[in-house]
Every structure is written in C-alpha cells, then in structure tokens.
C-alpha cells in the first residue's frame, strides 16, 4: 500500500505549517519546531495525517493509556488545521507538564539523600569531640591527631624546598612544564594539556600550592571589587570537579584576564572526577591575575568533606607517591581562601548564605586560617573574649581589615567566629519568614526574604549571589530579587539533571544569565529518554537507602499491619517510610516505583526488597549488623582514615575495637559487642592483628538484581 501522504491545503495554507507555528511556541525544550511535523512530527512519538476513508477527519498519532509510549489514534476535525493544532498543543502541554514533575521527584530524590549525606557528615563533628573526650588514649599516643584535627592550622612549612625540590621531573614527562613566574602563556597550556587529559607533575602541583597560600595570606576575608560600564564582571558557582564544565565557560566566555574578571563562588572540588585539574586551573589564574581572579571558600574546601566526597581518593590514586604531601599542604591552602567577596559595595557573594545573627563586621575581622575544618566545632576558649566580639555587632558600616596573623598558630576561633562562618558557608534561602535551623543539611540555617532585608539594609547592600544549591535551569532567584543562586555544574546528579550558569553583570546593568549543559551527544536527546535516564538513578539510590534500613523499615510495617497480612494501605507505609528513612519525599507519588500494590491498592510491603539486597562479606554476619556497617561506612572509613596517623591503611584489632564501642554509644547503635568483635576476627584475613579498614569496608555493597538480568541479556545479545 502506497504511504499516506500529508494533507496539502486547509483553509488556505498547509496543515504542517499551522501545525508548526504553534508547536514550535509550545516544544521549544524538544526544539520540535525546528523539525518538519509529518509529515509534520511535533515530537518523536506524535504525528498528524489524513485519516483513512475520512475526508473530513484528520487523524494524530499520538501515546496514550498507562503506558506512555503506547501509540494510539485520535480524530481531529479537518475544518480547521488551527483547531488540530491547538489539540496537539494542549496535549503536549499536558504530556511535558507530567515528564517535568517526574523529573522534579527525581531530583528531589537526589537533593534529599544529598542533604541526609551532608547532615550525617556534621553528625561527625560532634563524634570527635565525644572521642577525644572518651577515648585517652588518644592524647598519649598520637597528639598529631588532636592537633589535625583542632588546631587551626599544620606547622607553617618553613622550607617548601623540602617538598618541592626533592621531587625530580623526568626527562620522560610527556605532560604541561609551568614556568615560574606563571603568565597568561601557562594557563592556556595547562587548559590544553587537561583537554588532552595528561596530568601535571606533583612538583609543579606543590609549586602552585605553595605560591597561591602565599598570595592569599595576604588577601581581606572579603575581596572588594569594582567594575565599570565597560568592565564586566562574570560570576561561577559550584563546578565540583566537572572539568567539561568549566572549559565550557572559558569557550563561551573566554579565559581569565585583565580585561575578563571572574568570582568563583567555592565549591571547586568533590563529585566529580576532575577537582585537582580545576583547581590548578584556578590557582594558576589567580596567581597571574591576583586582582581579576577571585576565589571564595566553600564548604567543600574543606578536607574533613573531601575524605567522604571523593577529593581525597581522586589527589591519592592520581599521585601515587606524593599524594599526601598534595592533600597536606592544600589543608593549609583551603583555610586561607577569602570567604566572600563585595562588588560595588552593593552586592554581596557568598557561597551559602546568611542568617538572622550574621554580622559582617565580625566576619571582616576574624583570623579565617584558624577555620581548620567547618565540621569541627571549637573547644571553649575565653569566654570573655567571645562576648566582646558580640559586642562589636553594634557597628553598621562593613570596614575592610587586613587578616591578622601574628596569634598563635595553636588559638581557634570562638564558637561564635565559628558559627558565623557556618552560616555563611552552609545556609539556604527558603520562601517561609523568619530563620530556623536547616534540619535538612544538618549545619547552617534557613532564611527567610524578611532576613534577607534585613540583613542587606542593615549593611547597605542590595543583593546576595550564592551558589551551594544545585538547580533544573542552573540559576534561580526569590526573596523579591534579592537573592540569587548560580550553580554552574551541569549534569550534576544524572546526565540531563540540571543546567549549569554563570551570571555577567557590570556597572549600572543588571543581571545577566547564561545557561549551558555540557553532553558529549552531537544532538540532545528527547525529553522523555532524559527523564527515563534521571528517574532510573534516583530510585537506584533511593532504593539502596532503603536496603540499608531495612530491619527497620520491616519493624515498623509490621507494627502498622496488625492483620499480618505483609499489605498496608498506600497512607500507612508512607507514613512509614518517612518516618525511618525522613528524606521528605512525595511516597505516594513514589510507590509505583518502589512496591508492588494489589486491585484494592494495597501495599505488599517486602516488594520493596525483592531486587536488591546487601552482599555480605562473610556470610554468618547478622542482617542487622551488616546494614549498620553499609549504613555508616563512609563515616566510620573517615574515622578510621583520621585515626590512620601513618596513612598506612591499617589499624590495630585494639584500635578497631575501641573506636566501634565509642561509634557504636555516640549513635546509640544496638550492636553487641560481641558481634563485631567476632566480624573483625574474621576480616583479619592473615591473622596479623591488623585490619585493611578500605578494603573491610568496600566489602559492603549493595546489589542490584535487575543489574544482574541486564548484563545476561546483553551477553546473550
């Protein structure tokens, strides 16, 4: 049978160009209206044509019933092609509208685990506390560690020859050679040498590291700057590793100079795959334009967020050899970054944000390289000189200061310096008045536009850029236009998850936005399959929170179900959910992805573990145990590398033991002893008294059973 051809004419132009017009204003995210519509195809799976035997009827082909991608047929009347295409608009409308909402759940999937993981990471900071008050032994046998961890900064490396120099580059290093003094020359090598994926050699690392603390040394806790009509200003958020992001920038944007000024608003590294290549970028940069380069601290400069995030594992596997050296001395870089920055004395940048209580004045005068660490709190100090600094919070004008270093290297901040950094560092803007705590991150606050306003006008400024939020379209702004978040890592949590953003702003102008995603695709792909993509890796991880707490998960169904029945109705294992796992989700709307419910809509609650379940590294483990260890490894392996004083990997059976009994009653774990005793015995593989803590931990891990039909099928394909 011969193809049917598309309706030529109605009511006086052609059907596909009605049809177009007004696609194109409704699908620009699917750049359908750039495409013919069947022919005329306003999206992948819709298309229009004659209907068969029907003169008067047109007919769309378009999905339908449960089953988004069923094609099914509808008629639309042919008197007027302005008419059909309307339909075709409002159910696409309709279509978009519903894959949008599944991609929001997705990514609230994702920001919620995120925030659970942040807030279990502060949890930490109050555990060492309580270990260095329980655990002596500490103090006697390793006083480094309690220096580490806080005391405001390492010994002031005297003699960086004794790192830089003893480390030879080899006539066979094939990689970028800088030259000290860096130019402009430098950094477009290093840019290319990246693109083609080589590695800079330790000694050039150590070099840079070296002369960046020595410039920020002295740098003001905030960097002011200035620009003009004919100067633009170009502000980054976070980039966390995403190398591709940021050579995405520089090609849309162009590279650092004196005449193209940039703010990177902290949050350089973690995540991603590419943070020591990010930051050389940036520091090279900064050392050869001090003035038109400015860097922020965020709160992943910090090395107790890098030993979780992935920094840490990425400078050790990258640097064999002289690892440790890299991460040392960047502990000592990370605490002497500015920790904002004021363009025009009218707009304020930050990374996180503010709080009720945040006092400029304070923040220009505090001595920032005693912040070791934002997930350590201080030991008390003096109080009376904590209360003279509250004192201070009276003056209104923001009077710039030069750092003052002259202090002891031993002193730290006071609970209030500290707690004022944390705001700043850690805070989120939310719609709701007022400010309260940010239960969700576990640190910081969240503030309300009533705070904004009062903060801004109390210092005599009219906006706050931040960053420390990832957002779908990169950039959002609330509270009246007076807040920004930029977050320039695309891709963030999935491929297609989010845009990335940077802002451009210069004297007298306002605001403005560019977007961008990086895909190594020559097209993008549709909407519906990037959602698919996203979707399927949130309710991965989602599922792999609920594995680790499923004895208690079961516990509380059972509770909820008094008929025994292993079904609850849909409210009853919500409320369940939520109330084990608290991430604050849309369960309901979550469900059919997670259990399996019969004809009344009844939950059979143990579906939710059919495919997924825990491999145990020796099977006489209790299923209890084993979910408390996958639950809390990443805390207990940052522990364990804290307490690994000689980075030796290895810790003692005594060690190993003493810190689980202090983990197990600071968390209130219900573990007996005796069970991890006889879990180490077994671990200790060659009986030497010693544990490979990594290892013993990467023994934990979740799998995936549909992972497992996947890769049969693909073998048989």
């Given at each position: ?7 030529p ?8 160009e ?26 992948p ?7 068969m ?7 769309a ?11 099914s047929?509808?008629c639309?009347?042919q ?10 608009q ?11 909402a ?12 995120e925030?659970?993981d ?15 008050e ?5 103090h ?29 580059v080899?006539?066979s290093?094939?990689?970028p050679?800088l030259?000290?003094?860096?130019t ?18 330790a ?9 960046t ?11 002011h ?10 502000i ?10 940021l ?15 940039y703010i ?11 943070s ?15 003035n ?23 400078i050790?596997?990258?640097y ?42 304070l ?8 912040m ?8 008390p ?11 201070n ?17 031993s002193?730290?901040?006071?609970k209030?310096?500290?707690e ?10 939310r ?13 910081g606050c969240?503030?309300g ?18 960053s420390?939020e ?13 807040v ?6 695309s891709?963030?949590?999935e ?5 990335g953003?940077?802002?451009k ?13 990086v895909?190594?695709a020559?097209?993008?792909?549709p909407?519906y399959?990037?959602v698919h ?21 079961i516990?509380a169904f ?28 849309p ?24 495919d997924i379940?825990?491999?145990k590294?020796?099977?006489e483990?209790?299923?209890t145990?084993i ?11 940052i522990i364990f ?12 059976m ?21 069970q991890?005793?006889?879990l ?8 030497d008294?010693s ?10 891990y ?16």
């Amino acid at each position: 049978m011969e193809p049917v051809r598309p309706v030529p004419v109605f009511l006086g132009r052609p059907l596909e160009e009605a049809v177009n017009d007004i696609a194109h204003q409704t699908v620009d995210d699917e750049r359908a209206g750039t495409a013919s519509v069947l022919s005329t195809t306003v999206h992948p799976a819709l298309s229009v044509m004659p209907s068969m035997g029907r003169r008067d009827y047109i007919r769309a082909r378009i999905p339908g019933g449960r089953d988004l991608w069923e094609p099914s047929w509808v008629c639309l009347p042919q008197c007027s092609a302005l008419k059909a295409a309307l339909v075709i608009q409002n159910w696409y409308r309709g279509y978009s509208a519903r894959l949008k909402a599944r991609q929001r759940y997705a990514l609230t999937i994702f920001q919620s685990i995120e925030y659970a993981d942040e807030q279990g990471q502060l949890q930490l900071s109050n555990f060492f506390s309580f270990m260095l008050e329980n655990y002596t032994q500490i103090h006697k046998k390793d006083p480094e560690l309690v220096a580490r961890l806080f005391g405001s900064t390492l010994q002031d490396y005297k003699d960086r020859q004794d790192y830089v120099s003893h480390i030879d580059v080899p006539d066979s290093y094939r990689g970028p050679r800088l030259q000290f003094p860096l130019t402009f020359t430098d950094i477009d090598l290093l840019v290319e040498a990246f693109k083609q994926q080589q590695i800079l050699h330790a000694h050039y690392v150590l070099e840079v590291l070296f002369e960046t603390k020595k410039v920020l040394k002295q740098m003001p806790n905030f960097t002011h700057v200035k620009t003009s009509p004919s100067k633009e200003l170009t502000i980054c958020g976070d980039l966390h590793g995403k190398l591709d992001d940021l050579f995405l920038i520089f090609y849309k944007n162009g590279l650092p100079s004196g005449s193209n000024t940039y703010i990177f608003n902290g949050d350089f590294v973690d995540r991603g795959k590419h943070s020591i290549e990010i930051l050389m970028i940036l520091f090279v940069s900064f050392l050869v334009y001090p003035n038109d380069l400015h860097l922020n601290r965020g709160n992943h400069e910090d090395f107790m967020m890098n030993l979780r995030y992935g920094f840490t594992k990425e400078i050790l596997h990258k640097y064999k050899i002289h690892g440790k050296k890299i991460l040392q001395i960047l502990e000592d870089v990370y605490t002497w970054l500015p920790i904002g920055t004021i363009i025009d004395n009218e707009i304020l940048v930050i990374h996180g944000g503010i709080s009720e209580s945040t006092d400029l004045n304070l923040l220009h005068r505090i001595e920032r390289n005693k912040m070791k660490s934002v997930l350590m709190s201080p030991i008390p100090l003096d109080e009376d000189r904590d209360n003279d600094l509250k004192k201070n919070k009276i003056n209104t004008t923001i009077i710039p200061r030069e750092v003052k270093t002259n202090g002891s290297l031993s002193e730290q901040l006071t609970k209030h310096e500290w707690e004022q950094v944390i705001d700043i560092l850690w805070s989120d803007p939310r719609g709701k008045r007022g400010c309260y705590p940010n239960t969700s991150r576990g640190g910081g606050c969240y503030f309300g536009p009533d705070i904004t306003s009062k903060v801004l006008n109390k210092y005599q400024l009219k906006m706050l850029i931040r960053s420390h939020e990832c957002k779908p379209e990169g950039y959002e702004i609330c509270h009246d236009g007076k807040v920004v978040t930029v977050f320039s890592a695309s891709n963030y949590y999935e491929e297609g998850s989010n845009r990335g953003a940077y802002i451009k702003l210069c004297s007298g102008m306002n605001l403005r936005f560019f977007q961008y995603q990086v895909t190594k695709a020559t097209c993008l792909r549709p909407l519906y399959q990037r959602v698919h993509t996203i979707e399927s890796s949130a309710i991965r991880i989602l599922k792999e929170r609920m594995i680790s707490r499923k004895t208690d998960l079961i516990r509380a169904f059972q509770l909820q179900d008094r008929s025994k029945s292993g079904k609850l109705p849909m409210g009853q294992w919500a409320f369940s959910m939520e109330n084990i796992l608290g991430l604050n989700l849309p369960w309901r709307s979550l469900s059919p992805h997670l259990v399996t419910t019969d004809k009344n809509g009844n939950i059979n609650y143990m579906s939710s573990f059919e495919d997924i379940h825990i491999q145990k590294p020796v099977k006489e483990a209790q299923s209890t145990l084993i979910e408390t260890l996958y639950r809390y490894r990443s805390d207990l392996q940052i522990i364990f590398n804290v307490i690994d004083s000689d980075h030796s990997g290895l810790i003692s059976m005594e060690e190993f033991r003493a810190m689980w009994k202090l983990f197990n009653s600071h968390y209130s774990i219900h573990i007996d002893d005796f069970q991890i005793d006889d879990l180490a015995e077994r671990m200790d593989l060659n009986k030497d008294g010693s544990i490979d803590f990594n290892e013993f931990l990467k023994a934990f891990y979740v799998v995936h059973k549909l992972d497992n039909v996947n890769k049969s099928d693909s073998k048989l394909a």
